[in-house]
């Protein structure tokens, strides 16, 4: 069993998948729960914990995703335990805090099908902003395990589409914000921060098509522009659908209006035939909690 805890300025979501006799992932729960103060999330995560039963489950954290940073460097050929003091100097000058009080770590994504040198990216954040997360999950009876990002937590989703061999992409719709992952063969080609969220088309879905297609225009030039990126420096050949996840609410003119604009097909995300999910599940209400239920599918621990 894994808990995943994923907390934002509004609130916090947990899930918890667990793997049945086949090895299959199975969502045993996920849920999103308003609060604002540390205290009061603190308790509600406690009360899920108990009402649940997974005291002690290993725990992943999902940052939110204006609490680090991510940046590509040009790595130094240095031994493995030498990378990271050498990385938090080199990003000296592009965070605000001093480098001693930044965590970091690497990953390297090599182009697709080619043996050139992998580009390096480094994820940093300061100690200070991890300590609540971790204080969050240790005061709440569970056991901390990773501190992990929204990227990776969209690449398990993604993982799950093993039928789509070309690889997938996924479009996550939050209140303020959108996400973009691109993925094939287990490897995050790409995550993009979108300033589009659902509060930017909710207002004009019902009675201004004019304005909403603006909005959605803005949505469609950055996904198109980030699958060109990726096929222009990575070499990787068009995934082969970009699945939108909405959360509020469904705008059923959303999915069908990318389909048009865009050269990838586009569908609305469904865990059917991917995984097992609680019965009487909503779709819309499980993309609220997708950074938790991605981050409760991370195996590789």
Not at 173 to 201: F, P
């Amino acid at each position: 069993m894994t808990v995943a805890v994923c907390q934002d300025p509004g609130g916090v979501s947990i899930a918890a998948v667990e793997t049945d006799s086949s090895g299959d992932p199975v969502l045993k729960f996920s849920d999103y729960i308003a609060c604002n103060a540390s205290t009061d999330c603190q308790q509600i995560v406690s009360q899920q914990v108990r009402e649940h039963s997974v005291e002690n489950a290993r725990c992943v954290v999902v940052l939110p995703v204006d609490s680090y940073q991510q940046m590509h460097i040009e790595m130094p050929d240095l031994p493995d335990e030498e990378r990271h003091e050498a990385v938090r100097w080199q990003i000296r000058e592009q965070i605000d805090y001093p480098p001693e009080d930044a965590v970091v770590d690497l990953y390297d994504v090599a182009p697709f099908g080619s043996e050139k040198k992998p580009l390096t990216y480094v994820i940093a954040a300061q100690k200070q902003a991890l300590e609540g997360h971790v204080k969050l999950v240790e005061k709440s009876d569970l056991a901390l395990d990773t501190i992990d990002i929204p990227d990776f937590a969209l690449r398990n989703i993604c993982q799950l589409f093993k039928q789509d061999e070309r690889g997938v992409a996924i479009l996550l719709l939050l209140e303020r914000n959108g996400l973009l992952a691109i993925v094939r063969d287990e490897t995050l080609y790409l995550l993009r921060l979108l300033n589009s969220g659902m509060d930017h088309l909710i207002p004009f879905a019902e009675d201004d098509l004019e304005a909403l297609t603006e909005q959605l225009d803005t949505i469609v030039l950055e996904v198109q522009r980030s699958l060109d990126f990726c096929e222009s420096t990575f070499h990787l050949p068009q995934v082969s659908r970009l699945l939108v996840a909405q959360t509020q609410k469904n705008i059923p003119t959303f999915a069908s209006y990318l389909d048009d604009s865009l050269t990838v097909n586009v569908e609305a995300l469904s865990f059917d035939d991917v995984l097992r999910v609680p019965e009487d599940s909503d779709q819309i209400a499980l993309n609220r909690h997708l950074l938790a239920i991605g981050g409760a599918l991370r195996r590789d621990m």
